[in-house]
């Protein structure tokens, strides 16, 4: 399959483009488009041949399920059981953006988004692009990250390109995307407002409207083997395995405090080094005079939560194509935005946190 890439205007997206990417989702087709938290692979969310399609592009499990995306709060209604208090209050709240709600699926869903669950995943995305491509199919679109399963997610239309080339066959490129880190998931099922998936939308800012909400149980803690913190945190959504987003290589997290993880960095680069490795980094702007010296190859994330979940997966991206053997990765702080780059770089490593005190 030959895969086609048009650019397209973040900001007041060519409605000819939109149009094209329409037809093809109303064909059954599937098409990849940008929102601002990171690329999605997109189908018609009513048509289950179109959505069977996307677990075969990604080469997902069929018992994970798909984000629904929606563009008018009508639509809502028409997709789920009933609407709890609750949710439309957040909508009002975060809707458009990187909020996911789980709510009872209504008969209109089909069984293979959510994959046989009694409940389904729903979004508002913000991004111009991805709201005009919904209205003109006028039906919500069922979007995973477009990127291959296991793999870090896209942030730009290169990353989609690397994973999916000639997988699928329409994507449209808004250019880089806004936020970086995926959406908020957030469970309304369950007893109690539970976050499934840190993301674009902080704890702190949920609890100011939502002040029962829980943080997610199973963010593997640092020293403790990913599998062992599954077992004891659960699976409630099957997208939390700590596996799910990382890169090709072996990659290690540092934590401790500022002087104590680069002084542990920069022996593992020296170890390392001295067996023949070529080793990544991926650190802060300011930690640039520390590394500069050692030999590593450098990615500078910046310096604000925002500017490094921004930066979080093309650093990771670039650093695996750059061939190097290993990633060691330092730790930032867990307020805000920072709740999900930490739950993304701990499941980059896949447990393998180094905890200095
Ligand atoms: O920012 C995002 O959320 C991006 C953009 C494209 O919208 N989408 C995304 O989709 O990250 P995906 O499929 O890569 O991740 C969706 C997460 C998974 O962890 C999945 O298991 C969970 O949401 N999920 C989806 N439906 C669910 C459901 N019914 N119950 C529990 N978890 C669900
Ligand atoms: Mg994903």
């Avoid at 919500?140 to 870090?152: K, V």
């Avoid at 896209?154 to 490129?173: E, M, Q, S, Y």
């Avoid at 401790?256 to 990544?280: D, F, K, N, W, Y």
Wanted: proline share 9%; net charge neutral.
């Amino acid at each position: 399959m030959q895969t086609e890439i048009a650019h397209i205007d973040p900001m007041q997206p060519e409605p000819a483009l939109i149009e094209h990417a329409a037809r093809l989702l109303r064909q059954g087709k599937l098409v990849v488009f940008p929102t601002e938290t990171v690329y999605g692979l997109g189908a018609d969310a009513l048509q289950p041949g179109a959505i069977k399609q996307i677990f075969v592009a990604k080469g997902r499990p069929f018992s994970d399920p798909l984000i629904v995306h929606i563009a008018d709060e009508e639509v809502l209604e028409t997709l789920v059981v009933h609407v709890p208090p609750q949710a439309r209050v957040l909508a009002r709240t975060f809707w458009p953006g990187p909020l996911t709600l789980i709510l009872p699926a209504g008969p209109r869903v089909p069984r293979l988004v959510t994959a046989g669950l009694p409940n389904v995943a729903l979004r508002m995305p913000r991004h111009p692009v991805a709201l005009a491509l919904i209205r003109a199919l006028g039906s919500p679109i069922a979007a995973p990250s477009a990127n291959r399963f296991m793999h870090i997610s896209p942030t730009t239309a290169h990353h989609v390109l690397a994973d999916l080339a000639g997988r699928v066959p329409f994507i449209l490129d808004g250019g880089p995307c806004e936020i970086g880190v995926e959406s908020t998931v957030l469970d309304l099922c369950a007893a109690v407002p539970t976050i499934l998936r840190p993301g674009g939308v902080s704890l702190e800012a949920l609890r100011t409207v939502l002040p029962e909400v829980q943080p997610s149980q199973s963010l593997p803690r640092s020293g403790e083997n990913a599998s062992q913190a599954e077992e004891a945190g659960g699976m409630s959504s099957p997208g939390q395995m700590s596996v799910h987003y990382a890169p090709t290589v072996p990659t290690l997290l540092f934590e401790g405090t500022l002087e104590t993880m680069r002084a542990a960095m920069l022996a593992e680069i020296a170890r390392r080094s001295a067996q023949g490795e070529q080793v990544g980094v991926l650190i802060a702007d300011e930690d640039m005079p520390t590394f500069q010296e050692s030999g590593a190859r450098i990615y500078t994330v910046g310096s604000t939560p925002e500017q490094v979940a921004t930066r979080l997966y093309a650093g990771l991206r670039t650093l695996e194509e750059a061939g190097v053997q290993a990633i060691l990765c330092r730790d930032f702080a867990e307020a805000g935005l920072g709740r999900a780059i930490r739950d993304r770089l701990r499941k980059a490593a896949g447990g393998k946190v180094i905890k200095q005190r």
